[in-house]
């Protein structure tokens, strides 16, 4: 464990129970988000690269403008 989180995790055990439930639930739906987000992240590489090898075509062909032209 880093110095900083053992730190946050001893100013929180100083709260009262409400908060440091509400500090621990904030803090493992952030560690679930983050896994979904990293999880979703590697499964659509192909599909990021389909859409970039479309952007460029677009772009090579001339259908694309610059975004203070729009």
Do not use: C, H, V, Y
Not at 28 to 41: G, H, I, P
């Amino acid at each position: 464990m880093t110095k900083l989180l053992e730190k946050a995790f001893t100013e929180a055990a100083k709260l009262p129970q409400p908060e440091q439930d509400l500090i621990a639930r904030q803090l493992l739906a952030d560690l679930a988000s983050e896994s979904r987000w990293s999880e979703a992240f590697a499964n659509s590489q192909n599909q990021l690269g389909e859409l970039a090898d479309e952007a460029m075509a677009e772009f090579e062909a001339g259908k694309t403008k610059p975004l203070d032209e729009l």
